[in-house]
T-cell receptor, first 110, second 114 residues
Framework: KQEVTQIPAALSVPEGENLVLNCSFT??????LQWFRQDPGKGLTSLLLIQSSQREQTSGRLNASLDKSSGRSTLYIAASQPGDSATYLCAVRNTDKLIFGTGTRLQVFP | DTAVSQTPKYLVTQMGNDKSIKCEQN?????MYWYKQDSKKFLKIMFSYNNKELIINETVPNRFSPKSPDKAHLNLHINSLELGDSAVYFC?????????????FGPGTRLLVL
């Protein structure tokens, strides 16, 4: 049974810092891995999608890496801003469904 | 021009009542989902429909009955509501492309059962 864990559960940093959020999964037989952002009281917004054959994806200040064999992904956020404050969720796709991690709640203060 | 919309946004009701949540997507996607996010913010899939056909049913009590009248709509009816049904329910839709499958989520319906 696939289990997805995210560390840390919460993170509070000053503006401008570079951040690394971690995601680990127990079953390496995945189709892809996705990082989402969830703002308080809102739905989820997809940030990056990494196919199982890929090692990383980049979008602006965000870079996500995938090491399928070790069951790990990281989301790197460069030069963090207060607007980055949100909960970040990773999700892995096993066959027909997404399995979500526990989330990292990020607060970036000015 | 909302991609995935849900109604209502908030729902407060008494135990034992029956309620429905509606979801519509205007993205032309083939697949739609219902997820439940509990008080600890853990998000878990409940159902998935592809072209109006049920694909995934994740050991959800049969008090929950999804209905897809057409490809753009997926509604969720809940009978005999219980306290433990209080959660945020998210609808999502997706389409497979050469780049993979990205899911688009609605804003959520916050259900509180008293």
């Amino acid at each position: 049974k696939q289990e997805v864990t995210q560390i840390p559960a919460a993170l509070s940093v000053p503006e401008g810092e570079n951040l690394v959020l971690n995601c680990s999964f127990t079953d390496s037989a995945i189709y892809n891995l996705q990082w989402f952002r969830q703002d308080p009281g809102k739905g989820l917004t997809s940030l990056l999608l990494i196919q199982s054959s890929q090692r990383e994806q980049t979008s602006g200040r965000l870079n996500a890496s995938l090491d399928k064999s070790s069951g790990r992904s990281t989301l790197y956020i460069a030069a963090s801003q207060p607007g980055d404050s949100a909960t970040y969720l990773c999700a892995v796709r096993n066959t027909d469904k997404l399995i979500f991690g526990t989330g990292t709640r990020l607060q970036v203060f000015p | 021009d909302t991609a995935v919309s849900q109604t209502p946004k908030y729902l407060v009701t008494q135990m034992g009542n029956d309620k429905s949540i509606k979801c519509e997507q205007n993205l032309g996607h083939d697949t739609m989902y219902w997820y439940k996010q509990d008080s600890k913010k853990f998000l878990k899939i409940m159902f998935s429909y592809n072209n109006k056909e049920l694909i995934i049913n994740e050991t959800v009590p049969n008090r929950f009955s999804p209905k897809s009248p057409d490809k753009a709509h997926l509604n969720l009816h809940i009978n005999s509501l219980e306290l433990g049904d209080s959660a945020v329910y998210f609808c999502a839709s997706s389409q497979w492309t050469s780049g993979g499958e990205t899911q688009y989520f609605g804003p959520g319906t916050r259900l509180l059962v008293l």
